[in-house]
């Protein structure tokens, strides 16, 4: 079994206000090496949780920086920025923030969770920043402006393209549901945030990995193992097709979370239906690659 880099991982230093939705605290990093230790993970990328958007314990940038020294076994990081921070301008210099941050060891830009319209301009204007100062994203898809968190497409994802298409130096980390789902054709508006099962015939997302080299798989939380496991022949050729550029991740967030991709993965290739590539590449050398840039 190959130790693992997991590509998205939340964490929270001072344990005081409750989630609603399950009534936990998020993981603390000692939670999190328990569940690595438990899982064959090596260690993991904090997804920085700045939007006030994303949930109820909003974490800052220095934060996720303190963790990664504190703990350099265990953590990367991503720092993250809102569209509206600076001057709440499509002209706000984002690369002032993002060259500090990466002097400071940040990987990356994430988990991006405001809740504007892709091709919204303070939108627009932070991808441009990030792909300039070379700086990977993961965007958290949502299907709408209000009661949801996440940058909002429409079904069959024409601004996430877009996007791609505009800024082709800019690596884009796609995750949630409203991005996995699209990986069928049987993906509609009332599915696309959820789960979507059975059978897979090839969709709209398949035509993006294709089509653009810049469009990345993060494949943590229920959303991305839904997208592979569904259906097994499906996911194992989706693996191996885009072997370089799907990142293993768990999206741990509780302590009591738990999700089902690394066991999976690790059986496909133990029964030899995943090749000794695709398996090392998705669970750790892309990662590596996208991190450390080995």
């Given at each position: 079994?190959?130790?693992?880099?997991?590509?998205?991982?939340?964490?929270?230093?001072?344990?005081?206000?409750?989630?609603?939705?399950?009534?936990?605290?998020?993981?603390?990093?000692?939670?999190?090496?328990?569940?690595?230790?438990?899982?064959?993970?090596?260690?993991?990328?904090?997804?920085?949780?700045?939007?006030?958007?994303?949930?109820?314990?909003?974490?800052?940038?220095?934060?996720?920086?303190?963790?990664?020294?504190q703990y350099p076994?265990?953590?990367?990081?991503?720092?993250?920025?809102?569209?509206?921070?600076?001057?709440?301008?499509?002209?706000?210099?984002?690369?002032?923030?993002?060259?500090?941050?990466?002097?400071?060891?940040?990987?990356?830009?994430?988990?991006?969770?405001?809740?504007?319209r892709i091709d919204?301009?303070?939108?627009?204007?932070?991808?441009?920043?990030?792909?300039?100062?070379?700086?990977?994203?993961?965007?958290?898809?949502?299907?709408?402006?209000?009661?949801?968190?996440?940058?909002?497409?429409?079904?069959?994802?024409?601004?996430?393209?877009?996007?791609?298409?505009?800024?082709?130096?800019?690596?884009?980390?796609?995750?949630?549901?409203?991005?996995?789902?699209?990986?069928?054709?049987?993906?509609?508006?009332?599915?696309?945030?959820?789960?979507?099962?059975?059978?897979?015939?090839?969709?709209?997302?398949?035509?993006?990995?294709?089509?653009?080299?810049?469009?990345?798989?993060?494949?943590?939380?229920?959303?991305?193992?839904?997208?592979?496991?569904?259906?097994?022949?499906?996911?194992?050729?989706?693996?191996?097709?885009?072997?370089?550029?799907?990142?293993?991740?768990?999206?741990?967030?509780?302590?009591?979370?738990?999700?089902?991709?690394?066991?999976?993965?690790?059986?496909?290739?133990?029964?030899?239906?995943?090749?000794?590539?695709?398996?090392?590449?998705?669970?750790?050398?892309?990662?590596?690659?996208?991190?450390?840039?080995?």
């Amino acid at each position: 079994m190959i130790k693992k880099i997991d590509i998205h991982v939340h964490t929270r230093v001072v344990q005081m206000l409750r989630r609603p939705r399950n009534n936990e605290f998020y993981a603390s990093p000692a939670q999190i090496r328990e569940k690595y230790d438990a899982w064959g993970i090596e260690k993991g990328v904090i997804m920085t949780g700045i939007s006030p958007e994303f949930g109820f314990h909003i974490q800052s940038n220095e934060e996720a920086y303190m963790l990664a020294e504190q703990y350099p076994e265990t953590f990367y990081w991503f720092c993250n920025l809102h569209p509206t921070m600076g001057s709440n301008s499509p002209d706000t210099d984002f690369s002032y923030f993002l060259n500090f941050y990466k002097s400071l060891g940040a990987k990356g830009v994430g988990e991006a969770t405001f809740n504007y319209r892709i091709d919204d301009p303070l939108v627009d204007n932070l991808f441009y920043h990030c792909a300039e100062c070379d700086m990977p994203v993961t965007i958290h898809l949502a299907p709408q402006v209000g009661g949801f968190y996440g940058i909002v497409d429409d079904l069959g994802l024409p601004g996430l393209e877009a996007l791609l298409v505009k800024y082709p130096k800019l690596r884009i980390l796609g995750h949630s549901q409203c991005f996995w789902s699209e990986i069928g054709k049987d993906v509609n508006q009332e599915n696309r945030g959820g789960y979507p099962s059975g059978e897979v015939r090839p969709g709209r997302l398949v035509e993006l990995f294709e089509n653009h080299p810049n469009l990345l798989g993060d494949l943590s939380a229920g959303s991305g193992e839904n997208a592979v496991m569904r259906d097994e022949d499906f996911g194992l050729w989706f693996l191996e097709r885009f072997q370089e550029r799907l990142f293993y991740g768990t999206d741990v967030s509780s302590p009591s979370v738990e999700f089902r991709l690394g066991g999976w993965l690790d059986q496909m290739h133990e029964n030899g239906r995943l090749s000794d590539s695709a398996y090392a590449n998705v669970c750790r050398n892309n990662a590596l690659g996208l991190l450390l840039g080995k």
